[in-house]
């Protein structure tokens, strides 16, 4: 059984049910709430839903995807963000993929400082020829300023580089590591690494490309699983 779900204490080890949180943390009680529903098997929750503008967020155990399946054509989706085992249960198509890492990390109860976001964007500008892809400015600003104002993000913007996390009560998710390009190979990404690590605590999750796998592995990441941006076949 699928209802719509307003208190959502279910968490597990999983980087689509992170966002979920992450969106409920930034967004939740305006007009922008995602909505959110959960699966239920004998009392147990087994899927946890969110749809975020165009986009569903799918966390699930598996155990019964045609109920899901059935429920995400009913209310619609422009794409959808899940395990990619999942998507291909569900038939659908992956548009991107992802490596999902992972590091448990402890939280050092360090407040975020307040950055400027044209600085910020400027900063992660300079790693778009690793993983990092960036939406334009205008649609930049305004999200992650609300996520920063209402705790749903961690920022750091320094003469290393500059850096930016997702965040939930239960750890967060990186987007995005960026050092420019005649600062790379001393250290500085690792240490902006380090640094955020210790903003987000708990579980700490990345999506990565081939180009920087190898940079978070030497820094302790292991691999989870694979996650994708999926459409319709």
Same mark, same amino acid.
């Given at each position: 059984?699928?209802?719509?779900?307003?208190?959502?204490?279910?968490?597990?080890?999983?980087?689509?049910?992170?966002?979920?949180?992450?969106?409920?943390?930034?967004?939740?009680?305006?007009?922008?709430?995602? #909505?959110?529903?959960?699966?239920?098997?004998?009392?147990?929750?087994?899927?946890?839903?969110?749809?975020?503008?165009?986009?569903?967020?799918?966390?699930?155990?598996?155990?019964?995807?045609?109920?899901?399946?059935?429920?995400?054509?009913?209310?619609?989706?422009? #794409?959808?963000?899940?395990?990619?085992?999942?998507?291909?249960?569900?038939?659908?198509?992956?548009?991107?993929?992802?490596?999902?890492?992972?590091?448990?990390?402890?939280?050092?109860?360090?407040?975020? #400082?307040?950055?400027?976001?044209?600085?910020?964007?400027?900063?992660?500008?300079?790693?778009?020829?690793?993983?990092?892809?960036?939406?334009?400015?205008?649609?930049?600003?305004?999200?992650?300023?609300?996520?920063?104002?209402?705790?749903?993000?961690?920022?750091?913007?320094?003469?290393?580089?500059?850096?930016?996390?997702?965040?939930?009560?239960?750890?967060?998710?990186?987007?995005?590591?960026?050092?420019?390009?005649?600062?790379?190979?001393?250290?500085?990404?690792?240490?902006?690494?380090?640094?955020?690590?210790?903003?987000?605590?708990?579980?700490?999750?990345?999506?990565?490309?081939?180009?920087?796998?190898?940079?978070?592995?030497?820094?302790?990441?292991?691999?989870?699983?694979?996650?994708?941006?999926?459409?319709?076949?």
């Amino acid at each position: 059984m699928i209802t719509l779900s307003e208190n959502l204490s279910f968490y597990k080890k999983d980087i689509a049910l992170a966002h979920i949180h992450s969106l409920k943390v930034a967004f939740g009680g305006t007009v922008l709430a995602p #909505e959110i529903w959960v699966q239920t098997e004998e009392n147990e929750v087994c899927s946890v839903l969110a749809r975020f503008g165009g986009r569903i967020y799918i966390y699930s155990d598996k155990k019964n995807l045609g109920e899901i399946k059935e429920f995400i054509n009913l209310i619609g989706f422009s #794409e959808i963000f899940c395990d990619k085992e999942v998507a291909l249960e569900l038939d659908l198509k992956p548009k991107k993929e992802f490596s999902v890492l992972f590091l448990r990390a402890e939280q050092r109860q360090k407040q975020t #400082e307040q950055v400027s976001l044209s600085a910020l964007y400027k900063g992660l500008k300079a790693g778009e020829d690793g993983d990092i892809v960036l939406p334009s400015f205008d649609e930049f600003a305004p999200d992650v300023s609300h996520r920063l104002r209402h705790g749903g993000a961690a920022a750091i913007v320094n003469e290393k580089g500059s850096a930016l996390a997702f965040l939930s009560p239960y750890g967060g998710i990186i987007n995005g590591i960026s050092v420019e390009n005649e600062k790379r190979g001393k250290g500085f990404g690792s240490s902006l690494l380090f640094e955020l690590c210790e903003l987000i605590g708990q579980d700490i999750f990345v999506c990565s490309g081939k180009k920087a796998l190898e940079f978070y592995i030497k820094n302790g990441f292991s691999f989870l699983n694979n996650a994708v941006i999926a459409r319709r076949n």
